[in-house]
């Protein structure tokens, strides 16, 4: 597990900058010129995002409460956490069970996995909500037990940013990485690169974007010297790659936390990002570091032909240091009136560190009661759960001078506060347009606003509270992942840019049909493999999105993949599917199937046989079994493929008739 990079340099939180010029200072300091024109960082906002959070049962390899607990093979609780922070999860659609109390509402207390596609999705609506640009994907050593989850997390990433035109790019952070200098080329060539393909790449003067963070820092964790690290910034470039160096705050000193004698490692990168996290918290601290650090910085950087992409942090939650959105917009209003070339926000989704502005519990009645876990409004002032979000959008357009540069926020804390307060007309005639057992179809007649609508939550309704189980800007969504023979009520509500919301919709109740064999068996369950390339781990076989897929070591058959049911169950039918795309030429491929009670012992299911996958018929193929079968793990054998050397599967679905 990587190591957060709080734990490693909160001893530099003691260390005082020498030289500080007062904070009344108010001149402009005029700026450089970017070494680069505007692009996908150099004028942009960038988040820094983990997706690092995961849950057991939710399908990801790694098979754990990834970072959200200290012991991770057991769910997060007042004495086993990994967070300081709790999240707002109301806009996920799939939660997890902790061992928390329930919230101060009454409801109980889950956790979302940012292996589930829909909670990536979430995440890069929001971002596009707010007119954040661009995602740094952090990615600490891969050649772990952590790598195929990592692997499956830049699809995913990849996949959501291309939905809601965002850009993303690799951050390797090389904390912990004893083979970095060899192995980081390896990942980057044999990997990573391949998603470089993607239109939602970011590139930087027709370049694609990596980072490298962690070169030059004066801790154990990254000992590496100097030579070594040149080598793999110069061969980053020379592989035509745009290159940023997250990297000390020091770095142009090189003191404190910076190791001496980097110089030339820090002067070969394309865009130095100092970090920042630990050294400020508070209005004071931003300003003698916009004298001490940002403007000296900039100078530094022009006089080399490098662009500056500074660190902005909202601040952690549990140091009570956000003020309500003060501290984080001087930082804003300090770099913009500097000039810098681009920001990047510290961080996205780091429950971990509390220093997250994704959506945030907002009070105490959205945070388990046994948690002592501080929410947005600790000190006293209350804020919307978005409220970081938006406060990062508004900084986002006084960078770009779409906002007047400003020492006062205009954010306000809650929606409606300030600005447009106008929330936009009820949605009409709420209506189911058809059901199975696991899913309802909903559809409605379009709100107004005096600007625009811009999303429908949908929201399921339960004993006098509601539960937000979808997003969308049209007006339909099918609410899925229902049990069956279940009466479900449903509204929905509009919200325009500025977070106003509408009052909810006219209820709507619907019961599933009963179960008929239609259910998928295998979706979200936990899968384990023989092997695969890339990253593209099997996981993907049961993320209910066929974009994603599984494939298996190149020119090694037999290979296998296998999805653990959860306990003994009738299975009587399996389709399994490739990406729908005509890139997908007609293949066929040779598939078994075994099963197995105790996950040791397999029999054979159906004997081997070619199956073809056609594009134009929707690339599937059902494979029938000649009698039900009473299994608990279900293995698909893979021994031949006329398209590609391997085995290869977007979805396994099984059904029991």
Not at 319 to 329: K, P, T, V, Y
């Amino acid at each position: 597990m990587g190591v957060t990079r709080r734990a490693l340099l909160q001893a530099a939180i003691a260390v005082t900058a020498a030289g500080t010029v007062g904070a009344t200072q108010t001149a402009l300091a005029g700026g450089a010129a970017a070494a680069s024109p505007p692009g996908d960082v150099v004028g942009k906002v960038t988040v820094g995002y983990q997706g690092w959070f995961a849950c057991i049962g939710d399908g990801a390899p790694i098979n754990a409460w990834w970072h959200w607990s200290a012991n991770s093979s057991q769910p997060p609780s007042p004495s086993n956490t990994g967070i300081v922070a709790w999240p707002d999860v109301r806009e996920y659609t799939r939660t997890y069970p902790t061992a928390y109390a329930a919230l101060g509402n009454g409801q109980p207390a889950a956790l979302f996995s940012s292996y589930d596609q829909q909670t990536v999705d979430t995440h890069f609506l929001w971002m596009q909500q707010n007119n954040i640009d661009t995602a740094a994907l952090q990615r600490f050593n891969p050649v772990g037990g952590e790598g195929p989850t990592r692997d499956a997390m830049a699809a995913k990433v990849r996949s959501a940013a291309e939905a809601h035109s965002r850009k993303f790019y690799i951050m390797y952070d090389v904390t912990d990485w004893t083979n970095m200098q060899s192995e980081i080329k390896t990942d980057w060539t044999s990997k990573m690169k391949a998603h470089t393909a993607s239109s939602a790449y970011a590139t930087q003067n027709g370049k694609p974007v990596v980072c490298i963070w962690g070169f030059g820092f004066s801790d154990d964790k990254r000992p590496f010297a100097p030579a070594p690290c040149l080598d793999v910034v110069n061969w980053f470039k020379s592989q035509g790659c745009y290159v940023i160096g997250g990297v000390p705050t020091w770095w142009r000193t090189g003191d404190r936390d910076s190791r001496a004698g980097f110089s030339d490692v820090y002067h070969a990168f394309n865009m130095i990002s100092p970090w920042m996290v630990g050294r400020i918290g508070n209005v004071a601290d931003a300003d003698n570091f916009y004298n001490v650090a940002t403007v000296p910085d900039l100078a530094e950087c022009a006089a080399h032909g490098i662009d500056y992409q500074p660190c902005v942090l909202p601040g952690a939650v549990t140091l009570r240091q956000r003020a309500h959105g003060d501290f984080m917009w001087r930082q804003f209003y300090n770099m913009v009136r500097a000039g810098v070339q681009g920001v990047y926000i510290s961080m996205f989704d780091e429950y971990n560190e509390g220093n997250q502005i994704a959506k945030t519990a907002e009070s105490q009645a959205w945070v388990p009661t046994n948690s002592g876990f501080l929410a947005l409004d600790e000190d006293g002032t209350a804020c919307s759960s978005d409220y970081y979000l938006r406060l990062t959008g508004d900084g986002g357009r006084m960078l770009k001078g779409q906002l007047a540069l400003t020492a006062t926020r205009p954010t306000q804390p809650l929606v409606g506060s300030g600005g447009d307060t106008t929330a936009p007309s009820v949605p009409g005639a709420l209506h189911s347009t058809a059901h199975t057992d696991t899913t309802v179809a909903l559809a409605w007649n379009a709100a107004t606003d005096n600007v625009g609508v811009l999303a429908y939550r949908v929201l399921r309704v339960s004993g006098g509270s509601s539960t937000q189980v979808g997003s969308t800007g049209n007006t339909a969504f099918t609410v899925t992942g229902l049990t069956p023979s279940t009466a479900y009520t449903f509204d929905v509500v509009a919200v325009d840019a500025a977070g106003n919301a509408s009052q909810p919709s006219n209820q709507v109740s619907v019961t599933t049909s009963a179960s008929s064999g239609t259910t998928d068996l295998a979706l979200h369950k936990p899968t384990s493999e023989s092997g695969h390339t890339q990253s593209y781990g099997s996981g993907n076989v049961v993320d209910g999105d066929q974009n994603t897929y599984w494939e298996s070591i190149n020119n090694a058959f037999p290979q296998w993949i296998q999805v653990d049911l959860g306990s003994t169950t009738t299975v009587k039918r399996i389709v399994v599917d490739l990406p729908p795309a005509t890139a997908w030429t007609t293949r066929s491929q040779t598939i078994a199937v075994q099963g197995s009670t105790d996950g040791n012992s397999f029999t054979s299911l159906l004997s081997g046989a070619a199956y073809t996958f056609n594009p134009a018929s929707g690339n599937t193929a059902t494979l029938t079994l000649p009698s039900a079968a009473s299994v608990r793990y279900v293995r698909l054998v893979f021994t031949a493929n006329s398209g590609w050397p391997a085995g290869q599967a977007s979805g396994v679905h099984i059904f029991s008739s």
